[in-house]
């Protein structure tokens, strides 16, 4: 099977165990995290997180609504690879 990634963001305002938080949710489903790109800009944190899901238990779905759930005051977003390098793709 070919390696898949995901790529998770997340933003919002800073708080304490965000990263961890996310780290893991994505530990439970056995998703292996690659990667990760973390800012805080006047009390606003970013986080771009690359996640190998190829053998992630659940779906991409699941993951994000268990990373929402996990950290209801901040936005989430996961899509897998190939969706987002298409996006960014001319």
Do not use: R, Y
Request: proline fraction near 1%.
């Amino acid at each position: 099977m070919d390696k898949q990634n995901a790529i998770l963001t997340v933003v919002g305002k800073d708080h304490t165990g965000i990263l961890a938080a996310a780290a893991s949710e994505a530990a439970k489903a056995d998703a292996n995290i690659e990667d990760v790109s973390q800012s805080v800009l006047n009390g606003f944190f970013s986080m771009v997180m690359v996640i190998d899901v190829t053998h992630m238990k659940g779906s991409l779905d699941d993951l994000e609504t268990a990373v929402q759930e996990a950290l209801p005051d901040m936005k989430i977003h996961l899509m897998h690879e190939n969706i987002f390098k298409a996006m960014h793709t001319i």
